[in-house]
């Protein structure tokens, strides 16, 4: 009665909600992210479903059951036992992928399939069904425990184990009485059948069941709870004093008290967590995994494993027992509770002020379409291009727009372009090609001839603001993605009142996001290898208008303020070149950079009317070469350390220890 009290759901539930309520004195639960709200729904108002930090439930499918089955034929009353055995439960995968931008796709509890029971004539279960989840390169796991710490968890435990030892022992008086009654039967027989063959069977005495030793009531109850949990009985079967399902059922049991299984928990109304490889000790540190690279995949990371599928009632069958009427139960299924993180990889990512043109500069480099307008924040998740170095010396980044509209399909653009809007859709390819104008087809008609000379990814940041890195605003959830890139540049607004500002406020907010997070000093600013002047067409003379009507327009309004001239523009370029230098030699001295490295190049650009993007995108190759040659060298470093590393255990395993006393040798 006991065991059924401990299983009942209203009493786990109050439990597991007394567990939650009470805080562990060992591990207080961490503060709710508030930010993380915040930039979820901000991203949510805008219409965006990107998911970076995510926490699931994974949960493994349980085993089926093994069948228990006679195998029927014609003139063949009796058959051999033919339950087939169960299906194993379904494992859950992990796979970092180069294809999966966000953690959007995910449900919070993701369930391996169940196995299905195994049925007559041998036939086996079917398997439960794997689950593979699917995280971007660059995805931070972590498994979040919730250790029965508390009084009452561990009382659930205590009385389960309770219930364990009372249903052992009750199992080995029976398989002790058994075992006797076995011999004495035997023995009886032996006795009745010489009796019938030479004498009068009258004179052997009844054969009587002697009186059994009496077991505590509650004893009895844990046994017929377990035994229902652990195994499938063939219909109207009665095997309480049968000494080979004794003996399995106490093999069973042995192995369950020395952990060597789990409990089982026939209703599934609590999930186990993930099973320690030490069976309960606490050395089993929780899942970490910071999946850098794309994880190969016929080498998917298991999570949770399937249960154990339940053996048939042949695999029961010995010279004593002909015909054995159980077969065993699946195993339970497996939980582990995760916290995902991703942290995007690009080879360069773009870090400014709001409003600086990042994602303008995006579009002008890669073929990749963020979202673009003249208000702070647009940009709410870090968003990838892909820009390709062709041998002809172009780079075939950016889609080709219209010759006519140059500007107006940058400025102000809706989410989508466009490129993707259902006119642009039903339009033919030479249509199309005909829009695009003369350089798409110079490009197009070269394209046999040309080779890719370099790719490179390149990273659109969203905005940073003063006290990002104090995780003001959305401050973590923007500068996580910066953490991850293997070279950073400043994008800057040239026109605004002063770009230095821009440039120091940025190096402060990475330099103390560092610090928070716990990163090398520096290490951050360290990664800046170039800064973009962007916006440089604001000086000098405006363009002429793209028509009379527009020019017609411009008279009517207001006369817009004086531009700063040319030489406005190159004397702010000069002072903005002048104080990376000083901050470059500000590093060095700090010893964040070396002195023989590369200087941080300069490059005004205009990224909306793609101005001076080649020379930028020839800066950028040579930064992403050089990172390359730079990560080629570390790898290097670290597989020769490793190499000495494991020479030299080789070396202790197989030298003798070198003497500790001195020998002396006898005369
Ligand atoms: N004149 C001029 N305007 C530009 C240039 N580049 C961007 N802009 C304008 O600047 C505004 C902001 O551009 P975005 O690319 O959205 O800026 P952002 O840095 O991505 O901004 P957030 O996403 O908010 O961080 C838009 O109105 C662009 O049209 C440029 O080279 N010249
Ligand atoms: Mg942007």
């Known amino acids: 009665m006991l065991l059924l009290r401990a299983w009942t759901p209203a009493r786990s539930f109050a439990r597991c909600y007394s567990a939650l309520a009470q805080p562990s004195s060992l591990s207080p639960p961490p503060a709710p992210d508030r ?40 003139f063949k009353a009796r058959g051999p036992p033919s339950g087939g055995p169960g299906g194993a439960g379904g494992s859950v995968y992990l796979v970092a ?43 931070i796991v972590r498994e979040v425990r919730r250790e029965p710490k508390d009084e009452d968890a561990a009382e659930v435990e205590r009385e389960e184990r309770e219930q364990l030892e009372w249903a052992y022992e009750a199992n080995k008086i029976r398989l002790a009485e058994a075992e006797a009654r076995d011999v004495r039967w035997k023995a009886w027989k032996k006795r009745r059948d010489k009796a019938e063959k030479f004498g009068n069977p009258d004179d052997v005495e009844r054969w009587e069941e002697v009186d ?24 109207q079967t009665e095997l309480e ?22 409990m089982p928990d026939p209703k599934q109304r609590r999930r186990r967590q993930r099973r320690r490889r030490n069976h309960g000790q606490d050395d089993d540190q929780p899942l970490f995994l910071d999946l850098i ?38 195993g339970d299924g497996e939980m582990m509770r995760l916290e995902l993180e991703v942290k995007s990889t690009g080879e360069v990512g773009l870090v400014g002020l709001p409003n600086a043109g990042k994602s303008t500069l995006l579009r002008a480099l890669t073929s990749s379409t963020p979202r673009v307008a003249s208000y702070a924040f647009t940009t709410l998740n870090p968003h990838h291009g892909t820009c390709i170095l062709w041998s002809d010396g172009t780079f075939s ?12 399909d940058i400025t102000d653009t809706p989410a989508t372009p466009e490129y993707f809007s259902a006119s642009s859709h039903h339009q033919s390819r030479a249509e199309r090609r005909r829009q695009l104008g003369p350089s798409a087809s110079a490009i197009d008609s070269s394209a046999s001839e040309r080779t890719e000379v370099l790719r490179f990814t390149l990273t659109d940041n969203p905005g940073l603001v003063a006290s990002s890195s104090l995780n003001v605003g959305l401050g973590h959830a923007f500068l996580r993605h910066i953490e991850r890139c293997s070279a950073l540049v400043y994008v800057v607004d040239l026109s605004s009142a002063d770009p230095c500002e821009a440039i120091a406020s940025l190096r402060a907010e990475l330099a103390a996001y560092a610090r928070v997070k716990g990163l090398a000093e520096g290490e951050l600013e360290g990664r800046i290898r170039g800064v973009v002047a962007n916006k440089a067409d604001l000086f000098g003379a405006p363009p002429p208008p793209a028509d009379e009507a527009a020019s017609a327009d411009e008279e009517e309004e207001a006369p817009a303020p004086p531009r700063p001239s040319p030489q406005d523009g190159q004397r702010k370029l000069a002072d903005l070149t002048e104080f990376v230098r000083a901050l470059e030699a500000d590093d060095v001295a700090r010893g964040v950079r070396q002195a023989g490295d590369e200087p941080i190049w300069v490059v005004p650009v205009s990224a909306m009317r793609r101005e001076n993007v080649a020379a930028l ?9 050089a990172e390359r040659e730079r990560a080629a060298r570390r790898d290097e470093l670290a597989a020769i350390e490793a190499e000495e590393e494991r020479q030299r255990a080789t070396y202790e395993r197989w030298m003798p220890p070198a003497p500790t006393e001195p020998v002396t040798e006898e005369k």
């Open 212 to 235: 059994e030793i009496e077991i505590d009531g509650e004893k009895l109850v844990a046994l017929e709870q377990l035994r229902k949990a652990l195994f499938v009985m063939y219909p």
């Open 617 to 625: 995108v020839g800066k950028l190759a040579g930064t992403v070469r």
């Open 397 to 408: 980044g950016p889609r080709p727009s219209p010759a006519s509209a140059a500007s107006a």
């Open 293 to 330: 690279k794309p994880t190969p995949l016929d080498q998917p990371i298991l999570l949770v494993a399937g249960g154990q599928p339940g053996l048939g009632n042949p695999s029961f069958l010995t010279h004593e027992d002909r015909s054995p009427k159980y077969a065993t139960r699946g």
């Open 35 to 74: 930010t993380k709200a915040k930039a979820d729904w901000k991203r949510r108002q805008e219409g965006s479903n990107f998911v970076d930090t995510l926490n699931l439930a994974v949960v493994s499918g349980r085993g089926g059951a093994g069948g228990v089955a006679f195998h029927r034929e014609k």
């Open 241 to 262: 004093g049968h000494p080979h399902f004794l003996r399995t059922e106490h093999e069973l049991l042995s192995k369950l008290l020395s952990r060597e299984i789990e």
């Open 97 to 139: 992928s180069p294809t999966v931008t966000n953690l959007s796709h995910l449900p919070r509890t993701v369930r391996g399939g169940a196995g299905s029971p195994g049925g007559g004539s041998w036939l086996a279960g079917k398997r439960g069904e794997d689950v593979v989840l699917r995280v971007p390169v660059g995805t």
